[in-house]
C-alpha cells in the first residue's frame, strides 16, 4: 500500500497545484491516472483547462467518483450492465406493479404511483449508500409499511443480482472489490462523502500506486467537520494554517420584486457587463433549484439577447411538445377524455391539417355534452344533429337559425368522419399489452402520422428548444424499450404504459445548452471549487437554501432519527458549505438576490444572507429599466407613444412600428372612451357595404325578441357580438343540466300538464281533482326525464327533488300543483301556455313604441303562461327556475322589458286588456308566484 498524503485546504484552494501534480503523474502513466472530483461540471472545466494547454487526457481521466466506478465497472464487468436512474425507477414500477396484493399500503387501485416511486428510488439511494439495514435498523419502530417497503428493497436488489445490473448506488459497493489496475489517484474537494463513497475511497487507497486526498477544511466547525482522518493518512499537509475562508471581489445584496422580476434584473446586469467587455464565458448565473429556475431563465435571457449555457433545461415533461407526444397515449388511456381529444387535435406538434380543428371539435363536444368513452362521441354527436334536425323542422324556428343550424350539421358530419379516423387510428394503442408491443404501436403510429410535426417558422431559441425536446423525448423511449427487454415479460394496460412512460419524462431534463463561450446557468452545488469572474446567486429564499428536508421518504422523523441518517444539523451545515464554497468561486463580482414575493405569497430571504451582511448591505432598488429587454423596451416604446414622445418612441422601436402602435393606442384611449360613436365601439356608418347588410338584417321588416332588446338596452357592444356577429360563449361540458335546459325542462312539464289538462276537459284545479292533477304532472315529468339522456349521480339526485322521493319527499312538481291548488281560488285562470308569435315572422306583432306616434317595431317571442279573468284582463307570467331576476326598478328603467312587451304583443294580438306581469319561481327551495307590475286598479 503506497503513502496516502491528506492536504486540508479551504474550498477551491490549491486546486490549481494540484492540477499540475496531476499533470506530471499522467504524463508518465495517461492510462491509469485518475483525478476525481465533486462534479461533472468541475471535471469538464478541469479537461478543458488541461486541453487547452496542450495536455492530452486520456478518456474520462478527469471524473466524478461514480464517473470513475463506472469507467472502472465497464473496464471488469463482462456480462454485467449499469442502468441509469430513469431504468432504476422503471424496475421499482414493476415490482410494485406485479406485487401489489402484497402491497396495499404502497399501491393504491393496482396501479403505482408515480409519486410512491420516486420516492422508493430516493429512499433506496439513502439505505445504499449509507449502508443502512433496512428495516432492521428500525427496531421496535418496525411496521406493516416498512415490511412492504423492506419487500419491495429486497426485490429489487435480487432483481439486480439476477440480471447482473448496477444501479448508480450499487455501482460504488460493486467496485469496493475490484481488481483492475489503478493508477496514481488525486481526489479533490469531496465534502462528507457517505458511507459507501468513504469504504471506495479507502478501496482506491489501497489499490493505489499513489493517492493524494484534498479535503475542503477551514477551522470553522459549523461549516467543516470532516478533517479526513479516516483515511488514515501518512502524510498530512496542512499547507500551514488553513486560513479562513474569505470572500475575493466586490459583493452585493439585492431583493427583487418576484420570480420574474429578479432573473430580469440578472439579466440586464449581465447584458450591462457584456457591453463592457466582459466575455459571457466569465459570467454564471446560480440556482439553489435549477431545474424550477430555468422555466424563467429560458423565457427571459432569450428576450435580453443573452447567449447561456446550461447543464441542464427544464423538466421534460413541461414541454408542450412532449406533452402532446403524451397525448397520443393518453386518449384511448384516458377513455377518450373530451378535454385529451380536443388538447390533442389542437396540437399543432400532431393535428397538421389530417384531423378535425380541436376548436371545432371543441364547440360541438361542448353542445352534445360529450365528456368521454369512444362510443359516446358519435351517440352525442348523433343526439345533437337529431336535436338540430328536430328544431331545422319545426315552422316557428326562425329562419336564421335554420341556416345556423345547416351549417352545424355540415360541421358535424365533417367531425364525426374525422374522429372516426382518429379513433381507427388510436384502436392499436389500446387493450392490454407488453411494454413492447406498447411501444412498438406507438412507434408505428407516430411513423404514419410523421410526428412530431416540426415547426419550419419561429425565433432560432424557440427552434433549437423544441428539437432538443424532441431528442430527449425518444431517449426517454429508447430507454423504456432497452428497460423492457429485461423485466419479466407481462402485459400493462395503456394506463400502466403512459405511467412508466410518463414517469422517464418527469425526471429527465429537456437537455443541457454545452457552450463555452456563453453565460453559464448552474446550480449552486456546482459551483464549489470553480473560478467565476462575475458570479450571480438568485433564488435565495428559505426552503431553497437552505432546503432543510430531514425526514427520509415514506418514514416519520422518529423513523429517520432511528435509522441513523442526516439529522437537521448534518443537513444545514451541508448546505452551509455548497454555499460558502459557491461565494468563494467568485473573482471579481457577486451578486446575491432573493424575490420578496413568489406569486401572490411573500417569501422569506434565505438565513445565510444576513451571515454574508457584514460584507454588504442590503439594497432594495425601486422602479428599473431593462433596456436589453426586446418585450419591455417595446412597452417602454409604448408608454412613450401614450404621451406623445413619437421621438423617443423611435429610438427604441422601428418608426413604422410607432406608427402601428399609435393607431392602435388610439383605437383605445380615443375612440373606445366616452360615447359609442365609432366603428371600434360597434358602429358601422361608416362602412357603407356593413350597412347595408345591417339593413337588410335589421331594417323596417327586422322583427326582434324582447331579449335581443334588452340584450341592447343592457350593452350595445354585447348585441353586437351576439345578435350581429352570433358570437355566443363556449357552452358547459358539464353532463349536468345548465340552467338554461332546467328551465327548458320544466317549462314543457308545464305547458304539456295545463294543455293537456284542459283538453281533456278538466277546469280549474280543485281538491277533488288535485290527485288527478298530481298523477298526470308526475307522469308527464317522468317521460320528460328520460328524454333528458343523461347519467350523472348529480342528474339522479336532481330527478329526485324534481319528482320526489320517500328520502327526498314531495318534489318540485308537487309543489306545484299544491301552489296551482291556492292560486285556483284567484279568478285569474290558465288561458294559454307557451303561447309563439311571430317565430316564423309572418304573425309578428306591431307595437308602437309611444303614444301618439307611428314607429313601430315587429315582436316576436314565445310566452310561458297567460291567465285571463272573466273580464277579459289578463296577467303575463314567466316561469324561473334561477335565483335572480329583474324587478320593478330594471322595468321602469327601461332595461327589462320582457314582460311589458309581452303585455302590449297579447293586446295587440288579442284584444284583451292587460293587468299585471309576474315572475312564477320554481326552484326546490321555493315555489310561488310574484307580481312584478300591475294595475292598481284591478288588484
Known amino acids: 500500500m503506497c503513502p496516502a498524503v491528506l492536504y486540508r485546504r479551504p474550498p477551491g484552494e490549491g486546486l490549481t497545484e494540484f492540477i499540475s501534480a496531476f499533470r506530471k503523474a499522467a504524463a508518465l502513466d495517461p492510462l491509469g491516472a485518475v483525478l476525481i472530483v465533486p462534479t461533472s461540471r468541475l471535471a469538464d472545466d478541469i479537461a478543458h483547462r488541461l486541453t487547452s494547454e496542450g495536455t492530452p487526457i486520456v478518456g474520462d481521466a478527469v471524473t466524478t467518483l461514480a464517473g470513475f466506478a463506472r469507467r472502472v ?66 427496531g421496535d419502530l418496525q411496521s406493516a409499511k416498512s415490511a412492504e417497503i423492506g419487500l419491495v428493497f429486497d426485490t429489487y436488489l435480487r432483481f439486480l443480482d439476477e440480471h447482473a445490473l448496477v444501479d448508480e448506488n450499487t455501482l460504488l459497493a460493486r467496485q469496493l472489490a475490484g481488481r483492475s489496475r489503478i493508477g496514481p489517484v488525486f481526489i479533490y474537494g469531496l465534502y462528507e462523502p457517505v458511507p459507501l463513497e468513504r469504504d471506495l475511497i479507502l478501496a482506491i487507497r489501497e489499490r493505489a500506486p499513489e493517492f493524494h486526498y484534498v479535503i475542503p477544511w477551514t477551522e470553522n466547525t459549523a461549516v467543516f467537520t470532516d478533517d479526513g482522518s479516516w483515511i488514515r493518512p501518512d502524510v498530512v499537509d496542512d499547507g500551514g494554517k488553513p486560513p479562513a475562508a474569505e470572500i475575493q471581489g466586490a459583493i452585493r445584496i439585492t431583493a427583487r420584486g418576484d420570480r420574474v422580476d429578479e432573473v430580469r434584473a440578472v439579466a440586464q446586469e449581465i447584458r450591462d457587463l457584456v457591453a463592457g467587455g466582459v466575455p459571457p464565458c466569465d459570467i454564471a448565473v446560480a440556482f439553489p433549484d435549477l431545474p424550477e429556475a430555468m422555466v424563467y431563465v429560458e423565457e427571459v435571457f432569450p428576450d435580453f439577447g443573452i447567449p447561456y449555457a446550461s447543464s441542464r433545461g427544464t423538466a421534460l415533461i413541461r414541454s408542450p411538445h412532449v406533452r402532446a407526444l403524451l ?34 371539435v371543441d364547440v360541438l363536444s361542448r353542445e352534445a355534452r360529450i365528456t368521454g368513452g369512444r362510443d359516446s362521441w358519435d351517440r352525442g354527436f348523433a343526439a345533437l344533429a337529431g336535436r338540430l334536425e328536430a328544431e331545422i323542422a319545426l315552422s316557428e324556428t326562425p329562419e336564421g337559425a335554420r341556416r345556423s343550424h345547416k351549417g352545424t350539421l355540415a360541421a358535424l358530419a365533417g367531425v364525426r368522419e374525422g374522429l372516426e379516423v382518429l379513433f381507427s387510428d388510436l384502436l392499436p394503442l389500446e387493450g392490454a ?21 416540426m415547426p419550419d417558422s419561429g425565433g432560432p431559441d424557440l427552434l433549437l428548444r423544441e428539437a432538443r425536446d424532441r431528442a430527449a423525448f425518444f431517449r426517454a423511449l429508447d430507454t423504456l424499450e432497452e428497460t ?48 467565476i469572474p462575475h458570479l450571480f446567486i438568485a433564488g435565495l429564499v428559505e426552503g431553497a437554501m437552505p432546503r432543510l428536508t430531514t425526514r427520509l421518504p415514506l418514514s416519520t422523523d422518529l423513523e429517520t432519527w432511528r435509522l441513523g441518517t442526516r439529522s437537521r444539523a448534518d443537513i444545514l451545515r451541508e448546505e452551509r458549505y455548497h454555499f460558502t464554497a459557491a461565494l468563494l468561486a467568485a473573482r471579481e463580482r457577486l451578486c446575491l438576490s432573493f424575490p420578496v414575493m413568489d406569486g401572490e405569497a411573500p417569501t422569506t430571504r434565505s438565513g445565510f444572507i444576513d451571515e454574508v451582511g457584514d460584507a454588504a448591505a442590503l439594497e432594495t432598488p425601486g422602479a428599473e429599466s431593462f433596456g436589453a429587454s426586446r418585450l419591455l423596451a417595446a412597452a417602454e416604446a409604448g408608454a412613450l407613444i401614450a404621451s406623445g414622445r413619437f421621438d423617443e418612441a423611435a429610438a427604441i422601436i422601428p418608426p413604422p412600428a410607432v406608427r402601428e402602435a399609435a393607431r392602435r393606442l388610439n383605437i383605445e384611449n380615443y375612440h373606445r372612451r366616452g360615447p359609442c360613436n365609432s366603428p371600434y365601439d360597434g358602429v358601422l356608418s361608416y362602412d357603407p357595404s356593413a350597412v347595408a347588410a345591417l339593413t337588410r338584417r335589421f331594417g323596417d321588416g ?35 343540466l345548465t340552467a338554461r335546459e332546467r328551465g327548458s325542462l320544466i317549462h314543457r312539464i308545464a305547458h304539456r300538464f295545463y294543455s293537456g289538462w284542459t283538453q281533456d276537459g278538466h277546469g280549474p284545479l280543485t281538491a277533488e281533482n288535485h290527485p288527478e292533477a298530481l298523477r298526470w304532472i308526475l307522469d308527464i315529468g317522468r317521460e320528460e326525464v328520460e328524454h333528458v339522456g343523461l347519467r350523472s349521480a348529480a342528474w339522479t339526485v336532481e330527478k329526485e327533488f324534481l319528482l320526489g322521493s320517500s328520502l327526498a319527499g314531495p318534489g318540485l312538481l308537487e309543489r306545484f300543483i299544491e301552489n296551482e291548488l291556492r292560486l285556483a281560488t284567484s279568478p285569474l285562470a290558465p288561458w294559454a301556455f307557451e303561447f309563439s308569435f311571430g317565430l316564423s315572422g309572418e304573425d309578428a306583432a306591431l307595437i308602437r313604441l309611444h303614444e301618439g306616434s307611428e314607429e313601430t317595431i315587429l315582436l316576436r317571442g314565445r310566452i310561458d303562461r297567460i291567465d285571463v279573468a272573466p273580464d277579459g284582463v289578463f296577467m303575463i307570467t314567466d316561469y324561473k327556475t334561477g335565483r335572480t331576476h329583474r324587478g320593478l326598478a330594471d322595468v321602469i328603467a327601461g332595461k327589462a322589458l320582457q314582460l311589458p312587451l309581452y303585455i302590449r304583443a297579447v293586446e295587440t294580438l288579442t284584444g284583451l286588456t292587460g293587468a299585471a306581469g309576474a315572475y312564477y319561481t320554481l326552484r326546490r327551495d321555493e315555489v310561488q308566484i310574484r307580481p312584478v307590475f300591475w294595475d292598481a286598479r284591478r288588484k
Not at 404502497?106 to 408515480?114: A, F, I
Not at 377513455?335 to 381529444?341: C, M, N, Q, S, V
Not at 402485459?491 to 429527465?508: E, H, K, R, W, Y
Not at 350595445?716 to 349536468?736: H, K, M, N
Open 73 to 138: 465497472f465497464e473496464d471488469d464487468a463482462g456480462d454485467g450492465s449499469a442502468i441509469t436512474g430513469a431504468q432504476s425507477r422503471i424496475i421499482i414500477a414493476d415490482i410494485l406493479a406485479a406485487r401489489a396484493r402484497d402491497l396495499p399500503l404502497l399501491v393504491r387501485g393496482g396501479m403505482p404511483g408515480s409519486g410512491v416511486v420516486n420516492e422508493l428510488a430516493t429512499l433506496f439511494e439513502i439505505l445504499i449508500t449509507r449502508k443502512v439495514d433496512y428495516p432492521a435498523a428500525l
Open 327 to 360: 397525448l397520443i397515449i393518453a386518449a384511448p388511456a384516458h377513455g377518450y377524455r373530451r378535454e385529451d381529444i380536443v388538447a390533442l387535435l389542437n396540437s399543432p406538434y400532431i393535428n397538421d391539417g389530417r384531423f378535425p380543428a380541436g376548436a371545432i
Open 433 to 453: 399489452e407488453t411494454v413492447a408491443g406498447h411501444i412498438a404501436a406507438y412507434r408505428s403510429l407516430l411513423d404514419r402520422w410523421g410526428c412530431p410535426v
Open 484 to 531: 423492457a427487454r429485461i423485466l419479466p415479460e407481462r402485459v400493462v394496460t395503456p394506463a400502466g404504459f403512459l405511467s412508466l412512460l410518463s414517469l422517464i419524462v418527469a425526471g429527465t431534463g429537456s437537455g443541457g445548452r454545452r457552450t463555452r463561450n456563453a453565460v453559464q446557468v448552474i446550480g449552486v452545488r456546482e459551483a464549489a471549487h470553480l473560478t
Open 702 to 736: 327586422a322583427v326582434y325578441s324582447p331579449t335581443m332588446l334588452e340584450t341592447y338596452a343592457d350593452c350595445p357592444f354585447r348585441f353586437y357580438l351576439g345578435g350581429v356577429l352570433t358570437l355566443e360563449p363556449l357552452a358547459s361540458p358539464d353532463p349536468d
